[in-house]
């Protein structure tokens, strides 16, 4: 949620000069509140859409990708503490689960997916027209 009223000119001209791109209909769709704010960004260019989620403490083992048709399902979860704190390690062998909606203008077939330092990139090519009902199951390992 930007400062400014997304239809006020103004909010244009101030993203503009200090560098920010204007704000996406798809990303105010795929982010929704201040805490997503903080561990999710949506990215696009021309071609491509970044979906970049903060996954603090897991690594590329701890996490599952799955994409149905329009439905992205990110699980992360540690299965031993691995010399943490207690509380910690508690927290992580808990686990997260992230359920969102792929926006319309994203192919799920044609996508790749980095991790490193505990932050999840994943990035999808652009499309036209609607999203297919097709569905995959990654597992990062």
């Known amino acids: 949620m930007g ?15 200090f560098g ?7 990303r105010r769709q795929f982010i929704r ?7 999710i960004d949506f990215v696009e260019d021309e071609r491509k859409v970044y979906l970049i989620f903060e ?13 149905k048709g329009k439905d992205l399902e990110i ?4 299965k031993n503490g691995e010399s943490m704190q207690d509380y910690l ?18 192919n799920p077939k044609n ?11 994943i990035v999808f090519n652009k499309i036209k027209g609607g999203v297919k009902n097709e ?3 990654i597992r990062i390992n």
Do not use: C, Y
């Open 89 to 106: 390690g508690q927290k992580l062998r808990q686990g997260i689960v992230i359920k969102k909606k792929l926006p319309n203008i994203v």
């Open 20 to 26: 920010g791109s204007p704000t996406t209909r798809s």
């Open 75 to 78: 699980s992360a979860q540690k």
């Open 3 to 17: 400062f400014f009223d997304d239809n006020d000119p103004f909010e244009g001209i101030m993203r503009e000069f």
């Open 111 to 121: 996508s790749f997916h980095t991790i490193r330092n505990g932050i999840l990139e």
């Open 135 to 137: 569905s995959r199951k």
């Open 55 to 67: 996954l603090p403490g897991f690594r590329e083992k701890d996490i599952s990708l799955e994409i």
């Open 33 to 39: 509140g201040e805490e997503e704010d903080r561990n």
